[in-house]
């Protein structure tokens, strides 16, 4: 695609309950990020995938965070049993490769634990 | 341990003036890269410049300039010629050679243009 996309762009869960976001990277790009960003705050390093591997995932805060990746495309981070501290924006982005020079952000995923 | 500090809250300046936002960097590793974006009121992240530790001339890029001191670990950013649309968050961020390309991101700065 154009973008990085992600799906869905808010969502509002009950305490306890699991939820699944998606991030479908730019067409052709190897490397996907996920980041999350509380109110206010800069963002955090959650997991970075190359192809379908996963070679840092230091940043999910428990096990409860879950992602995978699936023919080198489309990712899925998985939160169970969330809790309010997940109320965040998680980010999604995608590099054609391991560099330095930036990468392109989806616009996001909002995400509300009541 | 890396760390980027950004120690301005929140910034004013007047439509057309020129504003530099700070960014210091802590990191023991020689080769690393520095990055802005921008945050607008909507949410996206929006990459703006690059500048990498071994470049000799700070990086530009239309009205964006990286102001890098390299001693001074200081990687600033200066918007000239302010318009109302550079009114967002602003994030400086590292990234570094031991890792993956994943970024380490300051706490943000609000810039607010003021016709």
């Known amino acids: 695609g154009a973008g990085v996309s992600q799906s869905p762009s808010n969502k509002v869960t009950e305490k306890g309950k699991d939820v699944e976001l998606r991030c479908d990277p730019i067409s052709g790009h190897t490397a996907l990020y996920w980041y999350r960003q509380s109110l206010g705050q800069g963002l955090e390093f959650l997991i970075y995938?190359?192809?379908?591997?996963?070679?840092?995932k230091s940043g999910l805060p428990s096990d409860r965070f879950s992602a995978e990746r699936t023919g080198g495309s489309v990712s899925t981070l998985t939160i169970q049993r969330t809790q309010q501290e997940d109320s965040a924006v998680y980010l999604c982005?995608?590099?054609?490769?391991?560099?330095?020079?930036?990468?392109?952000f989806g616009s996001g995923t909002r995400l509300t634990v009541v | 341990a890396q760390k980027i500090t950004q120690t301005q809250p929140g910034m004013f300046v007047q439509e057309k003036e020129a504003v530099t936002l700070d960014c210091t960097y802590d990191?023991?590793?020689?080769?690393?890269?520095l990055f802005w974006y921008k945050q607008p009121s909507s949410g996206e992240m929006i990459f703006l410049i690059y500048q990498g530790s071994y470049d000799q001339q700070n990086a530009t890029e239309g009205r964006y300039s990286l102001n890098f001191q390299k001693a001074r670990k200081s990687a600033n950013l200066v918007i000239s010629a302010s318009q109302l649309g550079d009114s967002a968050m602003y994030f400086c961020a590292m990234s570094y050679s031991s890792n993956t390309g994943k970024l380490i991101f300051g706490q943000g700065t609000t810039l607010q243009v003021k016709p």
């Open positions: 990191t023991s590793d020689p080769s690393y890269g």
């Open positions: 995938f190359q192809g379908n591997s996963a070679p840092d």
């Open positions: 982005a995608s590099s054609p490769g391991r560099e330095f020079n930036g990468y392109t």
